[in-house]
């Protein structure tokens, strides 16, 4: 659907940047409140796959590989429309005219669905532990991911004002900021692997080793895949493959909503971009946060590989 050619169904000038609203005590942009019933009523069904991340950890990343597998490794195929269409973000509000809400996109949407989401574990809509539904979850290390987080924020009106960096550092670290805090998401998701069907995934092994963690994907996903297709994932994954392509950057959006002059949606896609932004002190006390919040619980994130 090209956005830019409908303009009687998007108001760019009617478009206003966010608020933090806390539903349950998570931060969420305030368009969500409104839509709160209709997404836990969300009517998930057993052969649902759900992609779940903390914002920024690499979800498009994820999405696509497992685009990619269901569609043998045919690039053609998943291309036929921009990631954010083939996969509903459940809980996004109808905010983007003429695009519905994830949940009735979703609703639309005939079964094998990959869905996508970046609700911490406790407020998933029930249905998805109801039907016993597979996920996936990517856990990015705190000190990309919180960079990433705050160059979004430059681009997307969708999200509130960031503030400066130092400011929305002290925010991420006190949870104060869209999706709430990244040292629970991680560490209730970790743990709700021991009593689901999760896959549990570290965006620093896929930057690593991708074709052993793209395996690992296929197979939880109950799929062998021979070596060429296996290669042709790897290939049209790859940072450099997503960040050219229009059905994965993100370039079908308006600039009105997400502004890629200021910053590109493929922005470094490494592991340790944080060192560029960190003061020395800044990572002792994330350092420290870190080690104090994920304590006793098995989490072990690399900031370098
Ligand atoms: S979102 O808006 O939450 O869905 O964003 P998300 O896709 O989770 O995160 C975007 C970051 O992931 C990087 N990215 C990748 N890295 C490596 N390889 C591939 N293929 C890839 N695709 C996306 C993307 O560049 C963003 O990270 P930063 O650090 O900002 O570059």
């Given at each position: 659907m090209d956005l830019e050619s409908r303009p009687g169904d998007f108001d760019p000038m009617s478009f206003k940047r966010a608020t933090l609203e806390e539903i349950e005590g998570v931060p969420f942009p305030h368009d969500l409140q409104k839509h709160w019933d209709l997404l836990q009523g969300f009517k998930a069904r057993p052969d649902d796959l759900l992609i779940c991340t903390y914002p920024k950890a690499g979800t498009t990343w994820i999405q696509q590989i497992v685009d990619m597998i269901q569609h043998g490794g045919d690039l053609e195929k998943c291309n036929h429309s921009p990631i954010y269409e083939r996969m509903p973000f459940i809980e996004m509000p109808p905010v983007i005219k003429p695009l519905p809400s994830g949940?009735?996109?979703?609703?639309?949407?005939?079964?094998?669905?990959?869905?996508?989401?970046?609700?911490?574990?406790?407020?998933?809509?029930?249905?998805?532990?109801?039907?016993?539904?597979?996920?996936?979850?990517?856990?990015?290390?705190?000190?990309?991911?919180?960079?990433?987080?705050?160059?979004?924020?430059?681009?997307?009106?969708?999200?509130?004002?960031?503030?400066?960096?130092?400011?929305?550092?002290?925010?991420?670290?006190?949870?104060?900021?869209?999706?709430?805090?990244?040292?629970?998401?991680?560490?209730?998701?970790?743990?709700?692997?021991?009593?689901?069907?999760?896959?549990?995934?570290?965006?620093?092994?896929?930057?690593?080793?991708?074709?052993?963690?793209?395996?690992?994907?296929?197979?939880?996903?109950?799929?062998?895949?021979?070596?060429?297709?296996?290669?042709?994932?790897?290939?049209?994954?790859?940072?450099?493959?997503?960040?050219?392509?229009?059905?994965?950057?993100?370039?079908?959006?308006?600039?009105?909503?997400?502004?890629?002059?200021?910053?590109?949606?493929?922005?470094?896609?490494?592991?340790?971009?944080?060192k560029e932004h960190f003061t020395v002190a800044q990572s002792e006390q994330l350092d420290d946060v870190c080690a104090r919040l994920l304590q006793g619980s098995g989490l072990n994130f690399r900031t370098q590989l």
């Open positions: 949940v009735e996109q979703a609703d639309k949407m005939p079964s094998p669905r990959i869905l996508k989401s970046h609700l911490p574990v406790q407020l998933l809509p029930p249905s998805f532990w109801e039907q016993k539904c597979k996920i996936i979850y990517v856990a990015r290390n705190a000190k990309d991911n919180v960079v990433s987080y705050y160059y979004f924020h430059h681009i997307s009106k969708l999200m509130p004002e960031p503030g400066n960096w130092d400011e929305f550092l002290e925010n991420f670290i006190a949870g104060k900021i869209a999706w709430g805090s990244w040292f629970d998401h991680v560490r209730y998701w970790w743990e709700a692997k021991d009593r689901h069907p999760i896959l549990y995934l570290f965006y620093e092994d896929m930057k690593e080793d991708p074709a052993k963690e793209i395996q690992k994907v296929a197979q939880f996903m109950g799929l062998e895949l021979p070596q060429s297709v296996l290669n042709q994932i790897v290939q049209h994954t790859r940072f450099d493959s997503m960040k050219a392509n229009p059905m994965t950057n993100y370039s079908t959006l308006p600039s009105s909503i997400l502004d890629q002059s200021v910053s590109p949606f493929m922005r470094k896609g490494i592991v340790g971009n944080w």
